[in-house]
């Protein structure tokens, strides 16, 4: 293992707006006997953080946390290698590697004085936010992590970096989608049973094909629907959903068809004349998710997995489709730690193929540029940086694999898969 330097590269918010954003140096920090020191391998940008910006300490999930007297490292995703541990940790060891949940389900154990009222009421707490995160290159797991058991060993210390940070969105999905539950009965007279996940064998309603819409189909075919619509736009969306799912889904044995937000009705009932017993909106829009909710089959499930603007949230839906037609409509904010270590195997089983996710690669230097570019700019994939990769330019890529990150990593040339 290498020796720790002293000091580290970590991007900072120190305020509101992106002038608040800063990449500094700042020193490692100290390990004392219960703590864990990480090297962060690989880490992510995510638009999260572009709310957390542009709202600086006024942000829900920041208590009252005053951001020009304690700037936080910003970063809710990432791959780690554990480099130091304290005399008391015996439950971790140097050479491990992890991944951590970030929406952590524990109230403020350190630092209780930066927090409104001493953080009194507060019950959750996030990494990024105002525990430390991971766009940095080392990482000291914070407190509240071990306590709400969000580090999480991988399963596979095969699992590349890019797919270990990659897991913090997908376990978004996963989490959304087991909260999709269908009753059955074996006989009219038998007990009733649920069951999570989408229905297999039935119908399936994606509409959105952005990263997380994409996302939530592959997520989805695991569980063997029989039909699948995919709403999306004309373009770059359609055009990955061509490429990837759509010969992924034809060796499964699922017939998915590409619709457009004008004709998905139409193509829906053309194929389930009784509607889609799963409908996922991964966008955000309140038209749509009203529009949804009408082509749900009896005892359909709607998850409205794309939030709404606050002051544009609230809907208008018929309470008898509810009552009569026992419809329901599922919702979700995150995942938790059992959602991090399921996405993990399914990852490390090769069910969700995330090389076709990342769009761009670059270092902790590109950070603030690429926030910057974010803001503006709809990126159909995530982006990974590499702390301790020298890579001078940013890179696009259409696709991204093992074998690219080890190449990287170990300093050799890309030119032959940068898109």
């Not at 978004?172 to 007990?191: D, G, N, Y």
């Not at 997520?219 to 629907?225: G, H, S, V």
């Amino acid at each position: 293992m290498a020796e720790i330097p002293k000091n580290m590269r970590a991007v900072r918010l120190a305020g509101r707006g992106m002038d608040a954003v800063r990449i500094e140096t700042i020193p490692v920090p100290d390990v004392g006997p219960d703590d864990i020191l990480c090297r962060v391998d690989a880490t992510g940008v995510c638009t999260s953080n572009l709310k957390l910006i542009a709202q600086g300490s006024d942000h829900s999930l920041l208590g009252g946390w005053d951001l020009e007297k304690y700037p936080v490292i910003l970063g809710e995703e990432g791959s780690l290698t554990v480099v130091d541990i304290g005399s008391a940790v015996e439950d971790v060891r140097v050479g491990e590697r992890y991944a951590v949940q970030p929406a952590v389900d524990v109230a403020p154990m350190t630092h209780t004085e930066r927090y409104r009222n001493a953080g009194e009421g507060m019950h959750k707490t996030v990494v990024g936010y105002t525990l430390d995160g991971m766009l940095a290159e080392y990482f000291l797991v914070p407190k509240e992590v071990r306590a709400g058991d969000c580090l999480v060993r991988l399963p596979d210390p095969d699992l590349a970096h890019f797919e270990v940070t990659l897991a913090e969105p997908i376990s978004c999905v996963h989490k959304s989608q087991e909260k999709h539950v269908h009753l059955f009965k074996a006989s009219a007279s038998a007990p009733r049973e649920a069951r999570m996940g989408i229905l297999p064998g039935d119908t399936c309603v994606v509409i959105g094909a952005g990263t997380m819409g994409r996302l939530q189909v592959e997520m989805a075919m695991r569980q063997a629907p029989r039909n699948m619509v995919v709403c999306a736009k004309p373009g770059e969306a359609t055009d990955l959903l061509k490429a990837t799912l759509a010969p992924k889904a034809e060796r499964l044995g699922i017939s998915m068809v590409i619709a457009t937000p004008q004709d998905w009705v139409e193509t829906l009932h053309r194929i389930a004349p009784s509607g889609a017993d799963d409908v996922i909106v991964a966008i955000g829009s309140r038209e749509v998710q009203e529009e949804a909710m009408k082509h749900l089959a009896f005892a359909g499930v709607m998850n409205l997995f794309g939030g709404l603007r606050r002051g544009d949230h609230e809907l208008t839906l018929d309470s008898l489709d509810v009552h009569y037609r026992e419809v329901s409509i599922v919702g979700t904010s995150g995942g938790d730690p059992w959602d991090m270590r399921a996405t993990l195997d399914i990852l490390a089983a090769g069910e969700i193929d995330s090389q076709n996710y990342v769009v761009g690669v670059g270092n902790l230097e590109h950070a603030r540029e690429l926030l910057i570019s974010m803001a503006s700019e709809k990126m159909n994939g995530r982006i990974i940086l590499y702390p301790h990769a020298a890579t001078p330019d940013f890179m696009r890529t259409t696709t991204w694999t093992r074998e690219d990150e080890r190449r990287l990593l170990a300093g050799e040339p890309l030119s032959d898969i940068v898109g």
